[in-house]
Structures are given as C-alpha cells and as structure tokens.
C-alpha cells in the first residue's frame, strides 16, 4: 500500500461545496481507501491505497465525492516525499517561510505566462513561480494580499490549492509512518 496526501481544492469555503470531514472519511474507506484521515475542514487527506499514481488516486476520489454531494471537486494526490520537496525548496528565509503558503499546481505553467506575472509587484509581497508550486510570502497576512490563489490561477490560467506553513508541516508530521 502507499500512502497519498489528498488536497481538496475550494471546498468548505464560504459555505460552499460542503463536504463533512467525517462523512468523507467513511466514503472513502468504502472506497477502499485505508488508514484515511483528515486535518481540518479545507479538505486534507492522508490515505493509503493500492493505486500506483497520483492521477488515479485523485480521479477515484473526485468520482468518490461526486457521486456522494453530487458536485465536482478538484483534487491534488502527492506522496510524502512529493509534498516534502515542495516544502523543503521553499526559497524563503525561515522567518519569512513560517508566513509563507504554498499554492501547488495541478499542472506546469506555461513559461510565457510566469514571464509576465514574474514582472508584477506589491510591496511587502513576494513570489516564486516553480513548476509545482507557487511559493507566497506577504508581509501583510493573506486575507490582505492582492496575490492570492485566484490571482495566480486567473493570471496563469492554471488551477492551485494553497495551504499555508503550519499546514504544510502538520500534513508532513501526520503522514510519518
């Protein structure tokens, strides 16, 4: 078996797209999904399953959960060891890392968007664009920041799901076996 992190983008935000952490628990172990666990309501998962890839875990809980609240979730698998890289080359200096979100990709940008959104600034604000993840820092907190995750996906035309340092760390700490 191997163990998936599962990142559910743009559910249980503002009321929308409600997914019960419980309920999605035992629809996944019905799924045969084992050991699942969930880290707060934004829609974590720490899974292990007998599926070989990334992509299939994340299409067989997409179907899952479409099936069962009759709506369409994005979904993001990644190994420990996936996740743990894009943490760890985060380019931020530690104090700035530990106020940083980490907005990964569900595909590579494309190379001339990322040149044209690299040109944009706001102070107190800094990015860096990788083929996996945006790295975000702002000094002014994110519910303030004009760089958010819609941002980014309007400008790359690409969909993210941002997860900030502490979650990040707690998703890498529940997922050490």
């Not at 503002?14 to 666990?37: C, I, S, W, Y």
């Not at 070989?52 to 875990?57: E, I, L, R, T």
């Not at 994340?58 to 994005?74: D, L």
Request: include cysteine; glycine fraction near 4%; charged fraction near 25%.
């Amino acid at each position: 078996m191997k163990q998936y992190i599962v990142l559910l983008r743009g559910i249980n935000v503002g009321g929308q797209k409600k997914v019960p952490m419980a309920n999605l628990r035992k629809m996944l172990t019905e799924a045969d999904f084992e050991e699942v666990r969930t880290y707060i309501q934004s829609g974590n998962v720490i899974l292990k399953t007998n599926l070989n890839d990334s992509k299939s875990v994340s299409a067989k809980v997409a179907h899952v959960i479409k099936n069962h609240f009759g709506f369409e979730v994005e979904v993001l698998s990644k190994t420990r060891e996936e996740l743990e890289e894009i943490f760890n080359n985060c380019p931020f200096p530690q104090e700035q890392k530990e106020k940083s979100y980490f907005m990964m990709l569900f595909a590579e940008p494309n190379k001339e968007l990322v040149l044209e959104v690299s040109k944009i600034s706001f102070p107190n604000e800094a990015f860096i664009i990788k083929s996996e993840c945006i790295y975000l820092y702002s000094g002014i907190g994110y519910g303030k920041s004009k760089l958010n995750n819609n941002f980014f996906e309007r400008k790359l035309k690409i969909s993210a799901t941002a997860r900030n340092y502490n979650t990040m760390q707690k998703l890498l700490s529940l997922s050490a076996d």
